[in-house]
């Protein structure tokens, strides 16, 4: 009941921020892919990668169904099969944000090198600019060349979509379908400058990309957990039904085992 009051404000909040960071991550991956090599970024993608950082996205408590094991699960996959080398060498960092993830992480002797728990207490853009800041900054001055987010798209109440996501470097949109209206036009100008747009746009996408992860990973929560307690509930209420069953049977034998036996000791001081 918890859940169902709170998921309906998480799910007005990411249906609202959709759109916004959708369009916004567009406008970046077509500078890029249209100014090329003249569109020069801290964010930008590099030739070698060496260094790779994880941030699985759960939360801090349980009774969600498969809601954080699907998040472990994920973050152990890519450390053992698309990260797996790299991992071993001690070049793949992970940063947890969620309690249930970080224990379930440790439990599979994952190495982390931290945990972040304090996010959802005030889950807003500003409480959230910090935390994303120190990532694009870690990326930026070359700690890590790749960031990749791990965590739980929301689609309905009764839907999550687990992603694996790179947020880091920005990558290139695609080319547009020919055969669609919709086309790229490369021929911009800028207000007031290239170097502005670049420097205040491309870090707000970027904070709003990891900011609409975090509000999709909260909805779908609250949509998981909504829907284990229902289920739980129902399985509760087979469950007592069957109890009950059981014990009507039991008391019936009993009763029945009495009067078998009053009957026959009747009979037998009649004998």
């Known amino acids: 009941m918890?859940?169902?009051?709170?998921?309906?404000k998480a799910q007005d909040s990411i249906i609202r921020i959709r759109p916004y960071a959708k369009n916004l991550q567009s406008i970046i991956s077509n500078l890029y892919r249209s100014l090329g090599q003249e569109l020069k970024t801290p964010y930008s993608p590099r030739e070698n990668v060496s260094r790779i950082l994880i941030i699985p996205i759960s939360s801090n408590r349980g009774l969600c169904g498969g809601f954080n094991a699907?998040?472990?699960?994920?973050?152990v996959e890519l450390t053992e099969t698309e990260y797996s080398r790299a991992y071993q060498e001690g070049a793949v960092d992970i940063l947890a944000i969620g309690k249930k993830t970080a224990d379930?992480?440790?439990?599979?002797?994952?190495?982390?090198?931290?945990?972040n728990t304090s996010v959802y207490d005030k889950l807003t853009y500003e409480e959230v600019e910090e935390f994303g800041q120190s990532i694009l900054d870690s990326y930026s001055n070359k700690t890590y060349d790749r960031v990749i987010l791990v965590y739980n798209q929301f689609r309905n109440a009764?839907?999550?979509r687990l992603v694996a996501e790179q947020l880091l470097p920005i990558s290139q949109e695609k080319e547009p379908d020919k055969n669609r209206l919709s086309h790229i036009v490369?021929?911009?100008?800028?207000?007031?400058?290239?170097?502005?747009?670049?420097?205040?746009?491309?870090?707000?996408?970027?904070?709003?990309?990891?900011?609409?992860?975090?509000?999709?990973?909260?909805?779908?929560?609250?949509?998981?957990?909504?829907?284990?307690m229902h289920k739980a509930t129902d399985n509760a209420a087979s469950l007592l039904k069957e109890l009950n069953l059981t014990y009507n049977k039991a008391r019936q034998a009993s009763i029945t085992n009495e009067i078998l036996e009053i009957v026959s000791g009747a009979n037998a001081l009649n004998g």
């Open 158 to 160: 009764a839907v999550q």
């Open 2 to 8: 918890v859940s169902a009051a709170k998921l309906r």
């Open 186 to 228: 490369s021929d911009y100008i800028f207000e007031p400058s290239l170097e502005h747009v670049v420097q205040t746009v491309v870090p707000l996408s970027l904070k709003i990309q990891f900011f609409k992860a975090l509000l999709d990973s909260t909805a779908s929560e609250h949509g998981a957990r909504m829907t284990a």
């Open 104 to 115: 379930g992480l440790k439990a599979r002797g994952i190495r982390l090198i931290g945990v």
């Open 70 to 75: 699907n998040v472990i699960k994920k973050t």
